[in-house]
């Protein structure tokens, strides 16, 4: 029989002790999605949040990624448990949530994660099992979906860093992913043209010890891939290094700068191109 977890191509790089390299999915469209994972990267971002990507537009994103042997990730908007279920029966390989606080929200998100009796996840969509291998049916989806998808929280807030040890310490998450940008505004030092401040480091680094600690693993957001060889160098497992719409905008621009001779074009410092 296949197996869920040999085919979550994220969750096996981490476990081999390698980092899982990927990146951020905004723009709606399958084409865009199968174009970004057949890039080289581990994983793509579906991202609900603050991407133009709608329930409609998820449900097509992660099967299109999920078909280039990549791992489909879906941020979702609000740690709400019809979107984690959503974001799940779409096929996901992993769930991303935002603006976490508490311990109790880090465990309402494991709750809403996993099947019984781990949680309280409602059984019903009969397509993510494809998702991970054709010859998987439901029985096997049921089975093996609480070991084999990935329970990730984003910690971005100030209550998040104060109690971070905690959450990493709640059974079933998986990755503590720093959202920097939020991070930096939510304890008073936010990214402004590309600089961080010496206490968003100091943050940054308080989240990956605090992974280390709990045996988790750690992964950030980042603009660039001069960022992401930087985080991947410090011990980061999973790393955000290319945004669509970031590269879409930079490479126009630097092509437009190469065929005008007006030399380099204008440096993008902001987390998706400004």
Not at 11 to 19: A, C, D, I, L
Not at 66 to 82: E, H, K, L
Not at 119 to 124: D, I, K, S, V
Not at 153 to 171: H, M, R, S, Y
């Amino acid at each position: 029989m296949a197996s869920m977890k040999a085919a979550n191509h994220a969750k096996v790089v981490m476990e081999e002790g390698k980092t899982a390299f990927g990146c951020w999915q905004m723009a709606p469209g399958s084409n865009v999605s199968r174009t970004l994972a057949s890039t080289g990267v581990d994983f793509v971002v579906v991202d609900c949040e603050h991407g133009n990507m709608d329930d409609a537009a998820m449900h097509e994103a992660v099967p299109a990624i999920a078909a280039c042997g990549v791992s489909p990730i879906v941020r979702i908007p609000d740690n709400q448990g019809y979107m984690v279920k959503r974001a799940l029966d779409s096929g996901a390989h992993g769930v991303i949530v935002p603006l976490l606080y508490t311990v109790e929200d880090a465990k309402k998100l494991v709750t809403s994660a996993k099947f019984p009796p781990q949680g309280n996840r409602g059984f019903g969509s009969p397509f993510p099992q494809a998702r991970f291998h054709p010859s998987l049916g439901a029985t096997d989806y049921l089975q093996q979906a609480n070991d084999s998808i990935l329970t990730i929280v984003q910690i971005e807030t100030k209550e998040a860093l104060e109690n971070v040890d905690e959450i990493a310490a709640v059974p079933g998450i998986d990755v503590l992913f720093v959202g920097p940008f939020d991070l930096g505004n939510n304890i008073g030092h936010p990214i402004l043209e590309g600089k961080m401040h010496d206490n968003l480091h100091k943050a940054i680094d308080k989240v990956l010890k605090a992974a280390r600690g709990a045996g988790k693993k750690a992964g950030i957001f980042c603009s660039n891939g001069e960022q992401g060889k930087k985080y991947a160098d410090d011990g980061f497992d999973m790393i955000s290094a290319a945004t669509d719409i970031f590269v879409l905008a930079g490479g126009v621009m630097a092509s437009l700068a190469t065929a005008k001779g007006t030399g380099p074009a204008p440096k993008l410092t902001g987390p998706y191109g400004k």
